[in-house]
């Protein structure tokens, strides 16, 4: 049995559960969230407890699979409706900055154009500076897939360090050419 897979998920108050066929609908504070699980697995609310139950019929390596990561999921959906999940991005170089207009986020970041990324539904970006960006959303998927696009615009290179980082992210740096003295 999975380890991951066999706990009961709590769901807290304030929460709205609804499950139909084989999909789940989780509304909350922080948002409305829907998602469909693969057919081979059961999914369970018991209001009175309210805890949800994921469970899978036989242990076939599919099933097996399935089973932790349909748990995972829903957790994920339940944590985000009540405090989104949120990721932090600085931009580190000389004239390297961020702003933004209406609906998307534009990046300078040492290309000849700016570059305008729109920014996706149900996720609000935050700049408190020109060099800080943080992303906040319930969908914790579309918050990280946003981040990892604008840190692609311009990852962070290992000589000088210069590029768009996670806010915890370590950059290995090289030495650069050594000039023979001679």
Same mark, same amino acid.
């Given at each position: 049995?999975?380890?991951?897979?066999?706990?009961?998920?709590?769901?807290?108050?304030?929460?709205?559960?609804?499950?139909?066929?084989?999909?789940?609908?989780?509304?909350?504070?922080?948002?409305?969230?829907?998602?469909?699980?693969?057919?081979?697995?059961?999914?369970?609310?018991?209001?009175?407890?309210?805890?949800?139950?994921?469970?899978?019929?036989?242990?076939?390596?599919?099933?097996?699979?399935?089973?932790?990561?349909?748990?995972?999921?829903?957790?994920?959906?339940?944590?985000?409706?009540?405090?989104?999940?949120?990721?932090?991005?600085?931009?580190?170089?000389?004239?390297?900055?961020?702003?933004?207009?209406?609906?998307?986020?534009?990046?300078?970041?040492?290309?000849?154009?700016?570059?305008?990324?729109?920014?996706?539904?149900?996720?609000?970006?935050?700049?408190?500076?020109?060099?800080?960006?943080?992303?906040?959303?319930?969908?914790?998927?579309?918050?990280? *897939?946003?981040?990892?696009?604008?840190?692609?615009?311009?990852?962070?290179?290992?000589?000088?360090?210069?590029?768009?980082?996670? *806010?915890?992210?370590?950059?290995?740096?090289?030495?650069?050419?050594?000039?023979?003295?001679?």
């Amino acid at each position: 049995m999975s380890r991951i897979g066999r706990k009961p998920i709590s769901v807290p108050a304030g929460v709205e559960v609804s499950i139909s066929g084989n999909s789940i609908t989780v509304k909350g504070s922080g948002g409305e969230l829907k998602w469909q699980w693969e057919p081979e697995m059961q999914v369970e609310y018991d209001g009175e407890v309210r805890e949800i139950s994921v469970s899978r019929p036989n242990d076939e390596r599919r099933c097996r699979a399935l089973h932790g990561m349909t748990r995972s999921l829903i957790n994920n959906m339940v944590e985000g409706v009540t405090n989104p999940f949120q990721k932090k991005l600085e931009i580190q170089g000389v004239g390297y900055n961020a702003t933004l207009a209406g609906d998307k986020i534009n990046l300078q970041v040492g290309f000849a154009n700016t570059i305008a990324l729109p920014v996706p539904s149900g996720v609000t970006c935050e700049l408190p500076d020109p060099t800080h960006i943080v992303i906040k959303g319930p969908d914790k998927q579309v918050v990280g *897939q946003f981040a990892a696009d604008i840190r692609s615009v311009r990852p962070p290179e290992p000589y000088k360090g210069k590029g768009i980082r996670y *806010q915890d992210e370590h950059v290995r740096r090289k030495a650069g050419k050594a000039f023979a003295s001679g």
